[in-house]
Each structure stands twice: as C-alpha cells, then as structure tokens.
C-alpha cells in the first residue's frame, strides 16, 4: 500500500559523478521521508539524473515496516531505496579538531580531483557546497577535516538538511579508500543522524576504510562535535568502476551484505 507519492526533480547543484546526483545527498533525501533518529539503510542501484522529473514513493510492508523508493517520473527501474534497519553504524574514533584541520590540509583531491564540482567535497566556491575534504591522519586507513559548515546552505533554517548531513557521511568514506586513485560509485549508505548540524559551526569528519572485498569498498564515517561529542554516523558500500565506465551511465547493482 502506497501512504505517500511525490514528485521530485534534484537540481544540477546537487551533482556528483559524471554530472549525475551525488549519492550522499540523494541518500539523505529519500531517508528523510522514514522516522527522525531512526538508522536508515539506503541501496542506490543506479545513478539519479539531474534536472529530470523523479517521483518518491513511501509504501507499508505486510509486516507494517516502511520503505522509500525513488524512481523516474512514469515508472521504471528502482533508483533508490530506503529501509529502516536494528544495524546502528560503529563511528570511527573521534580526532581532536586540530588534527583533524591538519589532515584537510592533506586532502588528495587539491592537485586532481576526479570530480571537481561534486556539492559535497568538490572545489566549489564558499558557499555553493559543503566543501568536505578530509586527508590522511597518519593512522592507518583514517582519514580527518575540520568542517566549517556554510551558514549559506542553511536554505530555511539555522540547521543543515538532512539531504546534506548524508552528503557529508557520504563523500569521505570514498575518500578514505580513494585517496591514492581510483574510481568507485556509492552502492549503499547506512546512517543515524543523532542531533542537527548547525550552519556556521565547525564539526570533525572522521572516514576510516574497513575493508575491500570483490570490488566493493567497505567504509565508516563520523561527524562529531569538536568537544567530541557524537553527531551521526555512517556505513558505505562503494563499488569500484573503470575510468571509462565513471560518468554516472549504467546500473551500479546491489552491493552484497557483509
């Protein structure tokens, strides 16, 4: 039984790879439609155009569970679908705020970024993305930034949107297996959004990989206070493409569970 249909057309701002959406935002913009506070699992099984229209549909299991699926206006494929899920993501250790800004400065991406006008950790001027680029902490795997977030992209109130809280749990567990090169798309955000993100305020993002297995990229991120204390935390599935292959065409297919 379908409870709720809209329509939704994601603006070209919002791009990621190969100037489709970026998966982080496009991940939190489907979870925002489950229960506040609640771990949402969302599977990306193809990349979500820009400017077209789109349409959010929100529908009851037989068991009373909900779930979310995006698809293209008129119906096709499954684009993405969210989930509520009992799995509660384990964040990586926090990093003092110092180190942490120490390791942005390290961020792989200023000499050549695959994707230099991603909304999330692309070279976008102040203001016009969130601008999260965290670098290697010197600990194995870990990657860190100081995150001063834009009061520009508070859009409506003193506080992020969800849609932008996901990018931000998004971008850097790719960052953190990516760093040295190489290409993946995100298959699978699992997140739990604990306290709201206030524009103007800075944040550490800590990215550590977790392992690598038949061309999926396993990572875990975390967004903290700078006083240490837990803002939300994520799980990623990415899956490893050629260059050639890296411009947002096809299927990503559904990464395998752990």
């Known amino acids: 039984m379908t409870t709720m249909s809209r329509a939704l057309t994601v603006p070209a701002h919002y791009s990621g790879p190969g100037g489709t959406a ?4 496009v991940a939190g913009t489907v979870a925002c439609h489950l229960p506040m506070g609640a771990t949402v699992e969302v599977t990306l ?3 979500v155009p820009v400017g077209r229209a789109l349409r959010v549909e929100r529908a009851a299991g037989d068991d009373g569970s909900q779930h979310v699926r995006l698809y293209a206006e008129g119906g096709g494929d499954v684009l993405a679908e ?8 384990l964040p990586p250790p926090f990093v003092p705020p110092e180190e942490a800004e120490q390791a942005g400065r390290a961020f792989p991406g200023r000499g050549g970024h695959p994707t230099p006008g991603c909304f999330v950790c692309g070279h976008r001027p102040p203001g016009e993305g969130l601008r999260v680029r965290p670098g290697p ?19 409506w109130s003193a506080t992020l949107p969800l849609s932008h809280v996901w990018g931000a749990l998004g971008c850097p567990t790719g960052c953190a297996h990516l760093g040295a090169g190489g290409y993946a798309v995100l298959g699978r955000l699992t997140a739990r959004v604990r306290g709201s993100v206030f524009t103007g305020a800075p944040y550490v993002v800590v990215a550590r990989q977790e392992a690598r297995r038949g061309g999926r990229l396993y990572a875990g991120a975390a967004l903290y206070e700078t006083g240490g204390a837990l803002v939300a935390a994520s799980r990623a599935v990415w899956v490893e493409e050629t260059p050639s292959s890296w411009t947002g065409a096809g299927s990503r297919g559904t990464p395998p569970s752990r």
């Open 82 to 89: 969210a989930r509520e899920v009992d799995e509660r993501p």
């Open 137 to 155: 902490t010197g600990w194995p795997d870990e990657y860190a930034a100081l995150w001063r977030v834009p009061p520009e992209l508070a859009e």
């Open 45 to 47: 099984s193809a990349p």
């Open 22 to 25: 970026d998966g982080g935002w």
